[in-house]
């Protein structure tokens, strides 16, 4: 397989991990895109046009995967504030019980 076709095939397993919020394939599919960008880099292409196009999906790619992980965060950080507010309203309720 070319490096051309490492990065097509990892970044659509990579887009099939968002799509299903598989944060633990994300990671390990990250690792696999790094490694890819790098043999394309030392890799002689014969289409650098087609190379290019590879990573500027990528690039778009991991700009929606940013978004995405910072809803998250920004999901799961209310989660918790909502979440000590209700163990701090339980720990008031059994001050009076």
């Known amino acids: 397989m070319s490096s051309v076709q490492l990065l097509e095939a990892t970044g659509n397993a990579l887009r099939d991990a968002l799509a299903r919020r598989d944060w633990a394939a ?3 599919l990250d690792t696999q895109c790094r490694q890819a960008v790098d043999e394309a880099m030392v890799e002689a292409v014969r289409d ?3 190379l290019r196009e590879r990573m500027q999906e990528l690039l778009d790619l ?3 995967l940013v978004l995405t992980c910072q ?3 920004r999901r799961l950080a209310s989660e ?3 979440l000590n507010h209700s163990q701090q ?3 008031v309720y059994q001050l009076f019980t």
């Open 62 to 64: 991991y700009r929606e």
């Open 71 to 73: 809803a998250e965060q």
């Open 48 to 50: 650098e046009g087609q």
């Open 89 to 91: 309203g339980a720990k």
């Open 26 to 28: 994300i990671g390990d």
């Open 80 to 82: 918790l504030v909502q």
